[in-house]
């Protein structure tokens, strides 16, 4: 499993075609069939990352937009690219 830190860019997997069903978002694997369903606010963290950002930029996002603290923020967020990661839902390249 890889190691995701704030410099890591992450993006879309173009394989998942995506709506938006009212503030939520699905998504749908075109290889495999599956649906998942992202809350509001990971639908806001795929519309940030349809363009390549580090974690750090699209945290910062998240605090512009979010009535959230810093550390809760940074938690959450790697716990949800973390899940992301492993269902094949982004992309992540490590930034040296």
Known sequence: ??????STIITVNKDYV?????D???LL???DGIYYGLNPVG????EQIKEPKTIDQVRDAILDEYD???EECER???ELLQEMTEKGLV???VND
Do not use: T
Not at 43 to 46: E, N, Q, T
């Open 1 to 6: 499993m890889m190691e995701l830190s704030g």
């Open 18 to 22: 995506y709506c938006n069903v009212e």
């Open 24 to 26: 939520e978002m699905v």
């Open 29 to 31: 694997g075109m290889e």
């Open 43 to 46: 639908a806001f963290v795929w």
């Open 68 to 70: 959230v603290e810093k």
């Open 76 to 78: 959450d967020l790697f």
């Open 91 to 93: 992309e992540v390249k």
